[in-house]
């Protein structure tokens, strides 16, 4: 079962790279420059899926350049490559449109 799927089953609305309205009037493909949420949960969450052994800090700004973009205040960075799930997992809040930050999870 996929990570949608296993979403929706508890009441969430889940968009995954298809062009739908956001928060803000932004879609799931953002603009020219060929942005795309991997996740949107409730119209309230972005989460951004990666495979990698290390999260960058380049993935620390995508996942804030989205949140920006599209206007939501929290945003949940994932890696796969990790034993734990629990340890590949990042979060991002924004408090204000001044001081965005991430939280290790």
Sequence with gaps: ???GC???TVGWCVG????????????ATLGDAGYRLDLVIDHRVVVELKAVRQLEKIHEA????????TGLKLGLLLTFNVVLLKDGIKEALIKSPVRPELVEG
Excluded at 16 to 27: D, E, N, Q, V
Excluded at 62 to 69: G, H, P
């Design 1 to 3: 079962m996929g990570v």
């Design 16 to 27: 995954r790279c298809a062009p739908r309205t956001l928060p803000g009037g932004f879609s």
């Design 6 to 8: 296993a979403v929706r």
């Design 62 to 69: 995508q996942l804030l350049t989205y949140l920006k973009l």
